[in-house]
């Protein structure tokens, strides 16, 4: 079984920058294609960003394209997400996401993942 646990989330003013990152439990890791989503009240889990394990194919959400950065350490069972130029509508609880294989099938939704994280608050200030 998989764990993931979020850290980096908090407050930033707008135009500011954030890392997140998402360590897993199990060595399983390396094999897992990863994603990150978020959730804003009121709205559904939406894709932001996602990464093979080799970190040969990435994809991100329009919406955050040119201002965030998905990367991963495998040596540390980690994925980060930098966050730059952030913007109020940014603002959510940001989940990290693991797939058991290393699958980029169906990569922007989130039926697809069979692990999560418990969440990390993102609050952009205006």
């Known amino acids: 079984q998989v764990q993931l646990v979020e850290s980096g989330g908090g407050l930033v003013q707008a135009g500011g920058s954030l890392r997140l990152s998402c360590a897993a439990s199990?060595?399983?890791?390396?094999?897992?294609?990863m994603g990150w989503f978020r959730q804003a009240p009121g709205k559904e889990r939406e894709f932001v960003a996602a990464?093979?394990?080799?970190?040969?194919?990435?994809y991100y959400a329009d919406s955050v394209k040119g201002r965030f950065t998905i990367s991963r350490d495998n040596a540390k069972n980690t994925v980060y997400l930098q966050m730059n130029s952030l913007k109020p509508d940014d603002m959510a609880v940001y989940y990290c996401?693991?797939?058991?294989?290393?699958?980029?099938?169906?990569?922007?939704?989130?039926?697809?993942?069979?692990?999560w994280g418990q969440g990390t608050q993102v609050t952009v200030s205006s």
């Open positions: 990464v093979s394990w080799s970190g040969d194919r990435i």
């Open positions: 199990a060595p399983t890791f390396t094999r897992s294609f």
């Open positions: 996401a693991a797939k058991k294989l290393d699958y980029e099938l169906g990569y922007a939704n989130r039926y697809a993942y069979d692990y």
